[in-house]
C-alpha cells in the first residue's frame, strides 16, 4: 500500500522522532520520569501520531525497525539529559519486535552503546502480548530485569493475562488504561477497578501509574485510591526532546 511505501522511505530517511509524554508524582506534582511516543515527521502532512500509521506498521512488520530506531534514539537522547536517579523513560514495544530473536541483547547493546544507566529505561508490554508465549516473554523479561532494565503493563485491565503473570513476572509497575482513568470519577464500576488495581500493585510491590488523566477530578480521585504517578493532557501532551530536557535543567523534579 502507499502508507506502507512511504514508512519504508520515512525508515529510510530516519523520520520517526520520539517525543516524551511527563510523567509526574500524584502526592507532590513533580516530574518522575517520561514515556516516549512516536511521532513522524512527513514530508507534506506534518507531524503524525502514532495512531495513524501504527496498525500499519505492525502488519507490515515495518515496526521492527521502526521500534529499534525508537530505541536507539531514546537512548542516545536521553544521555544528554541532567536526570535525578530515579527518573524513569518507558519505551513501547510491539508484540513482533518483543519477540524478535535477539530483542533482549539489542535491548542491552542499545543501552550500553549510549553509555546511560539501564535503570533509566522501563519497557512497556502488555498482557496480549505476554499470553503470545508465556515462557519467552518470562525469560525475556527475566534477562532484562537481571540487567537492571525496568518492566511496566501497559493498558493494564483491557488483556486477558491473568493475575498469575503478574505475580511471577518482574513487573515493577503498572499502567492503568485510560479508559478506566477517565471513566472513574462517573462510573463507580471504574473507579472500583482503579481502586482495586492500585492496592494489588501496592500489595505486589509495584509502583501503579494511571494513564490519559485530563482533569482536576480525576487527579482527585486518583488520589483518594492511592495511586502513585500519572500522566495525561492535564498536565501535558508528548513533547520533543529538547522541552524535556529544559524541563529538567529548570524544574524541581521529584527524588
Ligand atoms: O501517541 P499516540 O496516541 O498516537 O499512540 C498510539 C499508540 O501507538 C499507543 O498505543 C502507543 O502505545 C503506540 N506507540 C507510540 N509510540 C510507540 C513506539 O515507539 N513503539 C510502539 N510499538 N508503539 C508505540
Ligand atoms: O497504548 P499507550 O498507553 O502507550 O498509548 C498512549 C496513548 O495515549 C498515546 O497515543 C497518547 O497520545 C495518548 N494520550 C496521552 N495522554 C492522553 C490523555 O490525557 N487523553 C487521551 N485521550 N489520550 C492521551
Ligand atoms: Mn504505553
Ligand atoms: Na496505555
Redesign the pocket.
Known sequence: TKLEIELRSAIENALFIPHY?PQYRVDTGLLCGV?S?IRWNHPCRGML???EFIDTAEESGLIIQIGNQVLIDVCSTIAQWNMPEDFIV?V?VSSLQFFQVGFVDFVINTIRRAGISPQRIEI?V?ETMIMHDTEIAKTSLEQLHAFGVGVSI??FGTGYASLTYLRDFPVQRI?I??RFV?GHTENHKDMAIVKAISTLGHDFGMQVIA????TQEQLRSLEMVGCDLY????RS??LPAASIEKLLAGAIVSH
Not at 494513564?211 to 485530563?214: A, C, L, Q, S
Not at 500522566?231 to 492535564?234: A, I
Open positions: 509524554q514515556e511516543l501520531s502514532a495512531k518507558g513501547n512497556e502488555t501497559d493498558d499502567k488504561d485510560q477517565q494513564e490519559g488523566v485530563e500522566q495525561g493532557w492535564l501532551n508528548a
